[in-house]
């Protein structure tokens, strides 16, 4: 292996296991990598003439899906800074197709990145504890209204950031048989658990949802991994109740996850509820007077862009035009134009935001990757269930596959689907879902 090999090896091998650090780091530096990775993937592809990565069923869905996109932003022309999101929205599918191409090429699953991601985090752990009992985390971060935010300061996006490592490191502690010798298995299996605890400390209810629903799936498709995360579950539950014992803090995260949520379901503590017209059968909000705003709104919106859309971000631009207000959801008037209570940078729902940005043509697209994903599990649970031995690719691309699927999970809030920070999370672990589905057939 000649330097240049090396050297590319080192460099897209490390940056492609640890790119949640990058992300962790600052959205430019994983831009960069991101960039430097497609760049990559791109030259050698063309010049090796691997029709492999170019003529095959899923570069075509993320063509259409792009195609979907770029014609909805175009042809809803708000500012030329609203569309630069959409037009360049294709290099986010390129890089997982990067992905599976490095991990092809490299085949780079090490014990010294098992090694890093312990350190990386331990270190996010501590500083979390840190944050919740002493009120600021190592680098002075307060601690925002009871909720752990670590290294990501006034970003509540802490647990959302875990979530989607937990997967990543997962498959890499699979591929090196790390979970083969029992001592090892219990102790990756409590470091996992203290993962799932700082979930639960930052108190963001979606991403403690989507990680007992990954539980769960990974639980029921594979008898390899029923002991293990059985420990993990046990051990989170200990330390849940060991903190609830010592915490009478209102904004404890047992009470921001079930006693706020079913608050704001019944509409409790908010204003004029009695009056809201809007409430789901007259009685309950979708998940929250805010949410609830924002997906009657949206309909709102869609029904006059139907079959393309508004374009990425065409619901921050059209909710406050006054002929989508919605009677009951004004919160106040600033000059002549109504200010929609609904209004939000985005409608908080991935499928929402597609029917919205991307019209019926966007989310029939989303429909059928998610129907395809459901299928894939239960595709991959058969394999597994039926097989007499430990199959760790199999097992990685179920792991792969469980990522995907919590990540277009539909019945939940969600951030903003075209956000380059969230976008880049949601194709990572497709990148490894191709790479362990070609390996598998071949």
Aim: hydrophobic fraction near 50%.
């Amino acid at each position: 292996m000649n330097l240049e090999t090396k050297l590319s090896k080192f460099f897209f091998g490390y940056g492609l296991a640890f790119f949640p650090l990058l992300l962790l780091i600052g959205p430019l530096v994983a831009e960069v990598f991101l960039t430097l990775s497609i760049i990559f993937f791109l030259f050698f592809v063309i010049k090796e003439k691997r029709k492999l990565f170019y003529e095959n069923r899923f570069l075509i869905f993320f063509s259409l899906f792009y195609l979907s996109t770029l014609y909805s932003t175009l042809s809803n022309f708000y500012s030329f800074d609203m569309i630069t999101n959409g037009i360049f929205y294709f290099r986010i599918p390129l890089f997982a197709f990067s992905i599976w191409f490095i991990l092809e090429r490299f085949n780079f699953f090490n014990k010294q990145i098992i090694f890093s991601y312990v350190i990386f985090l331990f270190v996010i752990i501590f500083d979390s504890l840190f944050q919740y009992y002493y009120g600021k985390n190592l680098l002075g971060n307060e601690i925002l209204v009871g909720r752990v935010s670590s290294f990501f300061g006034d970003e509540l996006i802490l647990g959302g950031f875990m979530l989607r490592t937990l997967p990543i490191f997962l498959i890499y502690l699979i591929m090196n048989d790390a979970l083969n010798n029992n001592k090892s298995s219990i102790f990756y299996a409590i470091l996992i658990s203290f993962v799932c605890f700082i979930i639960y400390l930052s108190g963001e209810r979606t991403s403690f949802a989507l990680l007992i629903l990954f539980l769960v799936t990974i639980f029921f498709s594979t008898k390899y991994l029923k002991k293990f995360i059985t420990i993990i579950v046990l051990t989170f539950l200990v330390l849940s109740t060991v903190l609830q014992l010592k915490n009478t803090d209102p904004d404890n995260p047992s009470s921001r996850m079930f006693q706020k949520s079913y608050n704001q379901i019944l509409g409790m503590g908010t204003k004029d509820v009695a009056q809201d017209k809007k409430k789901f059968f007259n009685k309950i909000y979708i998940f929250s007077r805010e949410h609830h705003g924002h997906y009657v709104l949206s309909f709102k919106i869609f029904n006059d862009h139907i079959l393309f859309g508004t374009g990425t971000k065409g619901f921050r631009y059209l909710c406050r035009n006054k002929i989508y207000i919605i009677e009951d959801l004004v919160e106040y008037f600033d000059g002549s134009n109504a200010i929609n209570d609904g209004c939000s940078t985005h409608p908080h729902n991935t499928y929402i935001q597609i029917l919205v940005s991307n019209g019926v043509v966007g989310f029939f697209l989303l429909i059928f990757a998610f129907t395809y994903i459901i299928k894939e599990i239960f595709v991959s649970r058969k394999k597994i269930l039926s097989s007499s031995k430990f199959d760790k690719n199999e097992i990685s691309k179920l792991i792969s596959i469980s990522a995907i699927f919590i990540n277009i999970w539909p019945l939940i809030p969600s951030g903003n689907f075209f956000n380059n920070w969230l976008s880049m999370f949601y194709f990572y672990p497709i990148g490894f879902y191709l790479y362990f589905k070609h390996k598998y057939e071949n």
